[in-house]
């Protein structure tokens, strides 16, 4: 038996593995994906859908098998009218699916800088939006911007938000422990359930966070709280501890189960921190 014989052999006896492995992958990342663009409830409508469906096919109930006939394509175009923000937020997600490459995370200490800035200008009640992306390039993000290339420090943050400067209201992007751009513009959150509140920083910060896997840092002008927003949700008013924490968790997931111990309230904020949707 040749070895090209062989390697089919063993082929043949790998392929339902790698099958299956690859069928579970991609429904994981589709779930991943319905969830972190709030489109569960589509595939939820298309579900009840098909459920009324073959509840008439099953019973036979052709008065109501011809009504959903003739309704179907009007349907499909009601649900992509309906669902446009939840359907456009999934193709700008499949579009930026390549993997954005950040170098080397944020250190420990590089952290500590942004999260240091980030209590001095909450004392200060001066405004700041800091961006960290992960795996979604957002280079069209940091094209709106000036872009600084600089090394990542307390002092520079606290510069740019700390003075009515031309890059005081907009974002500041920190990736591969650099500031890449400051100045940038942020999409708006197209959620209805926002605090009436909360200004253009919070809702540009749950907008970044809708349409990327990015974390985002905001510090409040009017109440000097501190904030984080990731995966369409707003953590509001943590402290500097909690918000360092939860970005090295984050960042860098591979910080998880080093020893480090985390304070009670830190522990509190996976489960019990208020969230937009309360």
């Known amino acids: 038996m040749t070895w090209y014989q062989k390697a089919g052999e063993l082929y043949g006896q790998f392929r339902p593995v790698l099958d299956i492995s690859l069928l579970a992958f991609l429904l994981y990342k589709a779930y991943d994906l319905l969830v972190k663009t709030q489109a569960v409830q589509l595939v939820k409508g298309a579900g009840f859908l098909a459920l009324i469906y073959g509840i008439a096919y099953l019973f036979k109930l052709s008065t109501l098998q011809w009504l959903l006939n003739i ?90 938000f700390g003075f ?36 253009t920083r919070h809702r540009a910060a749950l907008g970044m966070s809708e349409q990327s896997d990015a974390v985002i840092l905001v510090v409040s002008e009017e109440t000097g709280a501190i904030s984080l927003a990731y995966e369409s949700k707003l953590f509001y008013d943590l402290s500097p501890l909690e918000v360092q924490h939860k970005l090295k968790e984050l960042l860098d997931r591979r910080v998880r189960g080093s020893g480090e111990e985390k304070t009670d309230k830190a522990v509190l904020l996976q489960t019990e921190t208020a969230v937009l949707d309360e």
């Open 164 to 199: 009515d400067g031309p890059l005081h209201d907009g974002a500041l992007v920190i990736f591969g422990g650099r500031i890449a751009a400051a100045g940038c513009l942020l999409p708006l959150s197209e959620q209805q359930d926002i605090r009436k509140s909360f200004g």
């Open 71 to 160: 309704l179907a394509p009007g349907l499909f175009v009601v649900i992509a009218i309906v669902f446009q923000p939840e359907l456009r937020k999934i193709i700008i997600r499949l579009g930026q699916g390549d993997l954005f490459k950040l170098g080397d995370k944020p250190r420990l200490g590089q952290l500590e800088a942004a999260v240091t800035a980030a209590e001095i200008l909450s004392q200060q009640r001066r405004g700041a939006l800091v961006v960290f992306p992960r795996k979604v390039n957002i280079r069209n993000i940091v094209d709106t911007g000036t872009r600084l290339n600089a090394d990542l420090s307390s002092s520079l943050i606290v510069t740019v």
